[in-house]
């Protein structure tokens, strides 16, 4: 299984103690994102380049 791969789960600081928010996992190459609520129901998994082009889009109000 894929989650098994991925370590490293954090979630923003910004989030504070609410639940209604996605945890972040890495492994060589990918990362995982999946619900903080329902760590067991799934994980997206995406390549690590993407992703990090898809946080910098967000941070720079591109989408």
Known sequence: MMTTI???WRKS???DNQ???VEIGGAPG???IRD???RGGGV??????VFAAFIDAVK???L
């Open 19 to 21: 639940s209604n928010c």
């Open 6 to 8: 991925l370590t490293g």
């Open 30 to 32: 990918l990362a995982g």
């Open 44 to 49: 997206l998994v995406v390549d690590r380049q």
């Open 36 to 38: 903080s609520k329902n």
């Open 13 to 15: 600081t910004r989030s």
């Open 60 to 62: 720079r109000d591109r």
